[in-house]
């Protein structure tokens, strides 16, 4: 296929799925703009707020979601919440006042148009995001390359975001990069796995996007990253990116949604979504990935069916109609998890997932 390597089970992650939905997401509630209060900003309310991930530190869902202040250019930035626990399984979540705080901003030349969509997770014990910066050559008519890219911050000892570096691909292949996006990390024993969604042009002159995981290389584990004095930020080159789940013929695209959750000894389980190719809605289903040391990472299953769908009218009608877009997964409990989600490019959901019920539908798409 030419840039990538592909697992030789990527094509069969899309012939076992059909389009359909079996939703098994509990709506919770939602945040609303005007239930948002930025601290230290000239703005009260954002304009929209969504497509949030989120951490669980004792009973708070700590919150990173994508905000906007204006429309001219729809830039993003991307705030904290904590919300609690309790908020979200009583149902109250919709009708309680959160006060907010940006964490992230536009600073450099890989973010500067905007930073959106963040996926935050745990990683060395050290809380995590990974958002899409939209880069410098994001409006550029004539550079039609590295449109977004996905950079990583963490939370340091006074709870302050740092950015660390931003993710590329190896020379020979970056002009060929549009935008990379959709990405968290995850740590087995010693190695550093970038999970990404790059959109590429292809030799024949086509484009197609991609679910890949790729290597990072050490200087990643010791955030000894730096900014240059030109504003940027040092880039980390990926490396042996393989393809592990493929579009089904009726949609135009996946991408990774949630970081995932471990579910068994190095078993992961994680949200993708998918956009069809007749109304271009955003759905979810969910896959199961494997690590195995002599192999990687092997797609075991794919919920043959879409897991969730939009429903609800914050779902259906909002700034991008018929979209939900997870972007969070939290394991309360070895049956129950959350689910944090975009819903319309203008809220943020809050489900309820029974994780045996899920785990029943990923044993119909067994792909080993």
């Known amino acids: ?9 990527a094509k069969e992650s899309a012939k076992v799925r059909v389009f359909k939905t ?8 939602i945040i609303a703009p005007d239930y948002i209060h930025i601290k230290r900003f000239s703005v009260e309310h954002p304009i929209a707020i969504f497509n949030a991930s989120a951490v669980l530190e004792d009973d708070v869902i700590v919150v990173y979601a994508r905000i906007v202040v204006g ?17 979200a399984l009583t149902k109250t979540i919709s009708h309680t006042h959160y006060p907010a705080e940006i964490v992230i901003r536009p600073s450099v030349r890989q973010d500067i148009w905007g930073c959106e969509d963040p996926r935050a997770f745990m990683m060395n014990g050290i809380k995590h995001v990974i958002y899409t910066g939209r880069t410098i050559w994001y409006f550029n008519p004539v550079e039609r390359r590295e449109r977004t890219i996905p950079i990583m911050t963490y939370e340091d000892s006074e709870g302050v975001m740092r950015k660390v570096c931003a993710f590329v691909h190896p020379e020979g292949l970056r002009g060929n990069v549009i935008s990379d996006k959709d990405s968290f990390a995850l740590k087995i024993g010693n190695e550093v796995y970038l999970f990404h969604r790059p959109h590429v042009k292809l030799p024949d002159g086509s484009e197609e996007f991609y679910a890949v995981v790729s290597n990072v290389d050490d200087r990643l584990k010791h955030y000894r990253c730096s900014v240059s004095s030109d504003y940027m930020l040092e880039e980390i080159t990926v490396a042996d990116t393989t393809v592990l789940l493929k579009k089904a ?23 993708v979504h998918g956009i069809d190719k007749y109304i271009e809605a955003y759905r979810a289903y969910a896959a199961l990935l494997e690590y195995r040391k ?42 129950e998890a959350i689910v944090v989600y975009g819903a319309a490019d203008y809220l943020v959901g809050f489900g309820r997932m029974d994780i045996n019920e899920l785990m029943s539908e990923l044993d119909k798409g067994k792909l080993t």
């Open 1 to 9: 296929m030419g840039m990538y390597r592909e697992h030789p089970l």
């Open 249 to 271: 013929n009726f949609e135009i695209k996946i991408g990774w949604g949630t970081p995932p959750i471990e579910v068994g000894r190095e078993r992961y389980l994680m949200l």
């Open 71 to 87: 429309y001219y250019m729809y830039i993003s930035a991307i705030v904290k919440i904590e919300v609690p626990l309790d908020d």
């Open 294 to 335: 002599d192999e990687g990472f092997v797609p075991v299953a794919v919920t043959p069916t879409y897991i969730m769908e939009p429903k609800d009218p914050y779902e259906v009608y909002g700034d991008r109609p018929y979209v939900v877009f997870p972007c969070g997964l939290i394991k309360l409990s070895e049956n």
């Open 22 to 29: 079996y939703d098994i997401v509990e709506r919770l509630g």
